[in-house]
């Protein structure tokens, strides 16, 4: 299936790694040319040097960038526009979880977790937005958790950030449809990506090898699929989120979650 993205250019938040980096690839396959940022200079130079690798350097640009700088979101911009000259896709993919429950968790750490969450997307939105509106029919993509409507008492600030950047993302669709601009949004379960490598490799695995423990962690979740999700099978549902092939979709929401979600 050609889903039109042949020349598009897909800015993409969080692009060293995980989810991100699968999309980069994703679009890169689809014929896109992709702008990846992230704050690990080691993960986005690998990441660069393995996208530009199987697709050329020309359609592959890696900058650092930290989304609650705005100024660094704004370098990334104008780098994007001097690089390609547009920009056609934004994928808002930074962000990850703060364990504590509502009296663990101090104003401090509330506040860190609730400006991430938020500020993740609004600065890259607010700064790219001219760019999506001059390229438009144009598309947005939030990544997103399915903490947003199945709250964890032990991630009560991710989870009640989560449910807001939900509501903000309706919110930008029915602001930015007049425009040409389409958001939508992907809530994720358990996905073998970055973040929980990382927790595995910082002993959370309990000496277990990585396939016992997330096999376990499935069971404990309840996933009726029995596993954890891939990256590439979140990546794939974006890609096909910010492509003309969803020309119809926006303010909508698709759970990648092995069925893990309740709603019907």
């Not at 401090?108 to 938020?118: S, Y």
Request: hydrophobic share 45%.
């Amino acid at each position: 299936m050609d889903l039109g993205l042949a020349g598009k250019v897909a800015a993409i938040t969080g692009g060293s790694s995980g989810i991100g980096l699968a999309a980069a690839r994703i679009f890169l396959e689809e014929g896109a040319r992709v702008a990846i940022c992230g704050r690990s200079e080691d993960r986005l130079a690998d990441a660069r040097r393995t996208l530009a690798g199987l697709h050329g350097e020309d359609r592959v640009l890696a900058a650092s960038c930290d989304v609650l700088e705005p100024a660094q979101v704004s370098a990334f911009r104008d780098s994007v526009a001097e690089r390609f000259g547009r920009a056609d896709i934004l994928v808002n993919n930074a962000g990850q979880a703060r364990r504590g429950g509502i009296d663990e968790l101090n104003d401090d750490a509330w506040r860190a977790e609730l400006d991430l969450k938020f500020f993740s997307i609004l600065h890259p939105t607010r700064v790219f937005l001219p760019l999506l509106e001059a390229a438009a029919p144009s598309a947005i993509v939030c990544t997103n958790a399915l903490l947003a409507r199945r709250p964890e008492p032990w991630l009560a600030a991710t989870s009640a950030a989560r449910a807001g950047t939900l509501n903000l993302a309706k919110t930008m669709s029915r602001d930015f449809a007049p425009r040409g601009i389409r958001v939508n949004s992907i809530l994720i379960g358990l996905v073998d990506s970055g973040q929980w490598n990382r927790r595995y490799e910082q002993g959370e695995g309990g000496g277990k090898s990585k396939e016992a423990w997330f096999a376990e962690l499935a069971r404990e979740r309840g996933i009726p699929l029995g596993r954890l999700g891939e990256s590439d099978e979140a990546a794939r549902v974006i890609v096909f989120l910010a492509s003309p092939a969803a020309s119809y979709l926006t303010g909508e929401t698709i759970e990648v979650a092995g069925g893990q979600g309740h709603h019907v």
